[in-house]
């Protein structure tokens, strides 16, 4: 069973920056691709950015372009979401999760391989 664990998230105020990382026991065989969720409270849990294996192509949700870019380390089997300009609305707890392909991350309802189990962000206005 392959583990994802994310660190990183914290309080921060509005226009500061936080790094979250996401790192994988493994790679689930068929699962190419890693993206980053995040689910506010009362909220259906909302795509946030995905990239492929390689991280030449990379997805994101309208709502954090410009403001948030996602990487990976394959040889560290790591992930890494850089988020500035944050805004109180980006208040949530952020999940990573793997999955086929990274376009398909972004589709509603998409097929999640692995999930890992979160990490509470805070932006203070």
């Known amino acids: 069973q392959v583990q994802l664990v994310e660190s990183g998230g914290g309080l921060v105020q509005a226009g500061g920056s936080l790094r979250l990382s996401c790192a994988a026991s493994?790679?689930?065989?068929?699962?190419?691709?890693m993206g980053w969720f995040r689910q506010a409270p009362g909220k259906e849990r909302e795509f946030v950015a995905a990239?492929?294996?390689?991280?030449?192509?990379?997805y994101y949700a309208d709502s954090v372009k410009g403001r948030f870019t996602i990487s990976r380390d394959n040889a560290k089997n790591t992930m890494y979401l850089q988020m500035n300009s944050l805004k109180p609305e980006d208040t949530a707890v952020y999940f990573c999760?793997?999955?086929?392909?990274?376009?398909?991350?972004?589709?509603?309802?998409?097929?999640?391989?692995?999930w890992g189990q979160g990490t509470q962000v805070t932006v203070s206005s």
């Open positions: 493994a790679r689930t065989v068929g699962m190419y691709a």
């Open positions: 999760a793997d999955g086929a392909t990274a376009q398909a991350l972004g589709v509603p309802k998409p097929h999640i391989g692995n």
């Open positions: 990239i492929n294996w390689s991280g030449g192509s990379t």
